[in-house]
Structures are given as structure tokens and as C-alpha cells.
């Protein structure tokens, strides 16, 4: 994991055993407190800690355990922050799970869940939700973005996109599945500052599994920052130049990287 240049991270990632999960943080726009005092990054530490809580309960489905880790992190704020704000901090998150039989999946927001199957490909699951929002208003602000106001009306909300935070109803709306653990090699989880590899830079999601397995995910961290500083124009992007960049790997033979 690492920051943005010149950034505070607002990036997360637990691993336990057989389980992993990363958050990205989500807000806070120029100019809106998303009526809440705490920093995006105590929330994205709040959703960690009880997601971390509850994952290790193979019983337990991923949309109730990320349903129930929004309510306690709700409940966190306490009286000072109005978390009916449609701006609200909160994060994008993925999360996995290696059980006996099965490796299951859970993405929210523009995090990514990647299936290796050996042979049989690489699957991507990334819910890119939020970059396909009819007629969205983009501002040519110190990096591209969609206004405040605009998000505000699509942020959890039918046809807009979903984040954890404060709305319990959006782990009803993630990318959840499942396949049969005989079938995956290993789960990477990644925050938008990796999965940007592919999406911008033309890396196969071969080659990102590749790179990790040769040298770990401190060259995958080292092969964003370079694309990054690489790329002619990168305000043809919506979004930052740099942004935190978080990956992990779980094997289903051995567990997680
Ligand atoms: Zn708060």
C-alpha cells in the first residue's frame, strides 16, 4: 500500500485468515464537510475494524457482514455528524473470502476483485458504476471531478452508485459471487490507484499477477507510480494523477501475500 505523493492515504487493507478486504475512501469534496467531523480516513478505519470483526465467521454472508459493519460505523459518529448527508465520507471496498469449498466475493465502488483461474483467465470484477452515470457534470476543478452537488443526488442512491458509509442498504447493491475454490488460484483485491493499470495503461490483468508473483506488490505499487508519471496527459482522466494505490493477494492453497 502506498499513498499518493503528497497525500494523507486513504487507502485500508486487513488480512486474516483466509480472508482479505481493501477500502478506499470515498469523499470528502471540495468545499462539504458531508456533515460528519471525522476524517474520510477514520471512517475507512471504522468499516475496517468491523468488517475485520465479522469475516472471520465463514457462516455469516458478505452482504450481511458489510450491512452490519455501515450500521456500527454509523453508530461511531455519534451525535456531532448528520449522516443522512448525501455526502457523507465513506469508501469503496473489496473484500474476499477463502472458505472449505467455496472463494467468495463482495465489491463496492470502483475497488476490484480479480479472479485467477490458472488457465481458464483472469476475471475482473469491478463495479464501475460510478463511471457511467448518464449526462454526469464534470468540473475542470485542480483535478476533474463531478460537482458536489451532482453527486449528491447519485451517491447511494437506485441508478447512481453506492459506497459504505452510511447507508445500510448499499451492501444490497454490491457485486457479490462465488466460485468453487478447486477452480481459483488466488483473489487480488486492489484500490482504483492499481486496477488503473489496466483500465488506463493497457496491462493484461496477466501481467499484473505476473509482476506480483516475480516481485511482489511493492513493483506493482512502483509500476502505477511509473505509468503515472509516464502518461502525456493525464487530465484526460477523471480523477488524480496519483491516487493511493492498495493490493493484496489472497492464494487459495496457502492464504494471503
Ligand atoms: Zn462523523
Not at 501481467?207 to 506488490?217: I, N, R
Request: glycine share 8%; charged share 25%; aromatic share 6%.
Amino acid at each position: 500500500m502506498e499513498a499518493a505523493p503528497t497525500s494523507t492515504n486513504e487507502d485500508r487493507f486487513a488480512v486474516g485468515d483466509g480472508w482479505a478486504l481493501v477500502l478506499d475512501g470515498a469523499g470528502r469534496y471540495p468545499g462539504e464537510s458531508g456533515g460528519c467531523v471525522h476524517p474520510v480516513a477514520w471512517v475507512v478505519e471504522r468499516l475496517t475494524a468491523h468488517l475485520s470483526a465479522c469475516l472471520p465467521h465463514p457462516d455469516r454472508p458478505l452482504t450481511t457482514i458489510v450491512r452490519s459493519a455501515i450500521k456500527a460505523t454509523m453508530a461511531d459518529h455519534g451525535p456531532t455528524c448528520d449522516i443522512t448527508d448525501p455526502l457523507s465520507p465513506g469508501a469503496t471496498g473489496a473484500v474476499a473470502r477463502v472458505g472449505k469449498d467455496q472463494v467468495e466475493w463482495l465489491v463496492l465502488g470502483d475497488a476490484a476483485v480479480v479472479i485467477d483461474q490458472g488457465a481458464n483467465g483472469c476475471t475482473s470484477i469491478v463495479d464501475d458504476r460510478v463511471d457511467h452515470l448518464p449526462d454526469a457534470p464534470v468540473v475542470e476543478g485542480r483535478v476533474r471531478t463531478y460537482s458536489p452537488a451532482y453527486v449528491a443526488t447519485v451517491r447511494n442512491q437506485p441508478n447512481g452508485f453506492w459506497v459504505l458509509g452510511a447507508v445500510p442498504d448499499a451492501a444490497d447493491h454490491a457485486l457479490v459471487g462465488s466460485l468453487p475454490r478447486r477452480s481459483v488460484d488466488q483473489v487480488l483485491l486492489c484500490s482504483d490507484g492499481v486496477s488503473r493499470l489496466t483500465e488506463r495503461y493497457a496491462w493484461t490483468w496477466r501481467e499484473v499477477f505476473d509482476l506480483h508473483a516475480t516481485s511482489g506488490p511493492e513493483a506493482l505499487i512502483r509500476a502505477v507510480r511509473t505509468a503515472e508519471l509516464d502518461d502525456p496527459n493525464p487530465r484526460r482522466w477523471r480523477g488524480k494523477r496519483h491516487d493511493d494505490a492498495t493490493v493484496v493477494v489472497l492464494r487459495t492453497d496457502t492464504g494471503s501475500d
